[in-house]
Nanobody, 115 residues
């Protein structure tokens, strides 16, 4: 069983920054790729960024150059630094990991970008 807990969301003005954290239970987390997803009201959940167990990142075009995903395997935590935020980044953000063909999700953290 893997439990994921996201934190770091909040209300921020356009152009501002937030740093999300995804803390996981279980040491097996460190050998699995982890993704950050988001879901805006009325829209499908979409992949925002992904990081391999070795730390190689990949990003959706909409966030390239603004978001940075990283991980600290010693702390079983994945981060997402979000800079130059836009109103269209408003969504609930989730982290997810697939281990032994089972998808695990956190409860999500709300990010609202508004003036």
């Amino acid at each position: 069983q893997v439990q994921l807990v996201e934190s770091g969301g909040g209300l921020v003005q356009p152009g501002g920054s937030l740093r999300l954290s995804c803390a996981a239970s279980g040491t097996i987390f460190s050998i699995a790729p982890v993704g950050w997803y988001r879901q805006a009201p009325g829209k499908q959940r979409e992949l925002v960024a992904r990081i391999t167990s070795g730390g190689n990142p990949d990003y959706a075009d909409s966030v390239k150059g603004r978001f940075t995903i990283s991980r600290d395997n010693a702390k079983n935590t994945v981060y997402q630094q979000m800079d130059r935020l836009k109103p269209e980044d408003t969504a609930v953000y989730y982290c997810s990991v697939t281990i032994l063909h089972i998808d695990y999700w956190g409860q999500g953290t709300q990010v609202t970008v508004s003036s």
